[in-house]
């Protein structure tokens, strides 16, 4: 669209870009930011930048974080035999949310599916097997209820089966194509109560 002038337009552009955004709400948002301060315009610019540039993944769990270990990995106190598999860092924070986890994770960075071409390479399959090399009692396995994570959570568990390791799955009370991330606090504890071998 060339409704506006050249930054205008370029701005509604980017914006629109972005996922979940049409191009009335960009139109909207690159309004409010023109009529915005500039130093908050400033601030916003920098943290976007600093956040992009800072955030790494953990060496341990590989979720995202600035440090070299995540603060649940860096915390003696959780079980570290226990690990909770889950496709993002979303994820891990909707459990994190619950309090009632506490062992740590590890954050795969999406899930195996055929149909837009990722493989078990592409994810933080390696990053998982090397882990269960140490102390490890249980692996929960806590992808998605669709289709992807379905076959994800099939594929882990047999990887891990002839290491002797436990490997559960997380119970379906889970709605079946739901993002771990929507589900409420309760739901998701429930399915971590209810989880059943593999
Ligand atoms: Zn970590």
Request: negative net charge; contains cysteine.
């Amino acid at each position: 669209m060339n409704l506006y002038s050249g930054h205008m337009n370029k701005l509604i552009d980017e914006l629109a870009s972005l996922p979940g955004i049409g191009n009335k709400s960009a139109q909207n948002l690159a309004f409010h930011l023109i009529n915005m301060p500039k130093d908050r315009v400033n601030r916003l610019a920098n943290v976007m930048m600093e956040t992009r540039e800072k955030i790494c993944y953990c060496k341990e769990c590989c979720t995202l974080t600035d440090k070299e270990l995540c603060p649940v990995c860096a915390n003696e106190k959780r079980n570290h035999g226990v690990i909770m598999v889950v496709e993002d860092s979303r994820d891990m924070a909707a459990y994190e949310k619950t309090g009632k986890f506490e062992g740590v994770y590890h954050v795969l960075q999406g899930a195996i599916s055929p149909m837009m071409g990722i493989g078990p390479s592409e994810i933080r399959l390696k990053e998982l097997l090397q882990r269960l090399q140490g102390d490890v009692e249980e692996v929960i396995i806590a992808t998605n209820s669709n289709l992807e994570g379905e076959s994800t959570a099939m594929y882990i568990s047999k990887l891990i089966k002839p290491t002797g390791i436990k490997v559960t799955r997380i119970a379906t009370g889970v709605p079946v194509g739901g993002d771990l991330e929507y589900i409420d606090e309760v739901t998701l504890t429930r399915a971590l109560d209810g989880r059943v071998e593999l």
